[in-house]
Each structure stands twice: as C-alpha cells, then as structure tokens.
C-alpha cells in the first residue's frame, strides 16, 4: 500500500484543519487505518485510528472531542479533520496502514504495516 498524505499547514490556535491520506496499490478496505504525529523533539506518537469497515475508532486522550477520523472506502482515502487547534498539536502527521487487525484499531505504531511521508501541521499561538 503507498499512502500519501495531504493537508498540513501553519495555522493559528483555534481554526481547523482537515488532512487526507490517500491509499493505492492494495485493497483499501482490508486496512485499519491511524494517524500518528511527531513532535519536534519527541517520539511519535497516536492520535486516531478507524477499523477496516469505520465502525470502531480510537482516539489519544488530547485529541477526543476535537478531532474525527473517517474514511471513504470507496475513494480509498481516510480522514482526520482536526478542530480548535492547540500549539501541541503541532507536528509532522503520518498515516498508517494495518492489516493485522480486522474490527478493531491499534494504537501502537509497530503494529502497522504501511506508511505515508507526513504532512507538516504547525499550531501559532
């Protein structure tokens, strides 16, 4: 699976952003999906998943109740639209691909099998 994911930018606290990552190469729906971000400075790090079908999502604590991962199977693209943004939520977004897991998401990273370059998000204060 080749992931490439978009979206990224410098914004001020408060707005909203909505990255996409786009999946070719396999079957889109045979993969769980998740979002992991990297601080300068700092291991990466969770922050939403979406199971094979987009019944089941997780989410890191900080990211609950602002942001919402979803995905278009039918476009093989997933989603994470990221409201009321936070200085901390600055950092290189990466997207990831799993298949190990059917109904369910993994939050840790080494359970994915793909991922995409990361997209640069930068919160201003």
């Known amino acids: 699976v080749q992931l490439q994911a978009s979206g990224g930018g410098l914004v001020q606290a408060g707005v909203s952003l909505r990255l996409s990552c786009a999946a070719s190469g396999r079957t889109f729906s045979n993969y769980a999906m998740g979002w992991f971000r990297q601080a300068p400075g700092k291991e990466r790090e969770f922050v939403a998943g979406?199971?094979?079908?987009?019944?089941?999502?997780s989410y890191t604590d900080s990211a609950k109740g602002r942001f919402t991962i979803s995905r278009d199977n039918g476009k093989n693209t997933v989603y994470l639209q990221m409201n009321s943004l936070k200085p901390e939520d600055t950092g290189v977004y990466y997207c990831?691909?799993?298949?190990?897991?059917?109904?369910?998401?993994?939050?840790?990273?080494?359970?994915?099998?793909?991922w995409g370059q990361g997209t640069l998000v930068t919160v201003s204060s």
């Open positions: 990831a691909a799993g298949a190990g897991f059917s109904s369910w998401v993994s939050r840790r990273g080494d359970e994915y099998d793909y």
């Open positions: 979406i199971s094979r079908s987009g019944a089941s999502t």
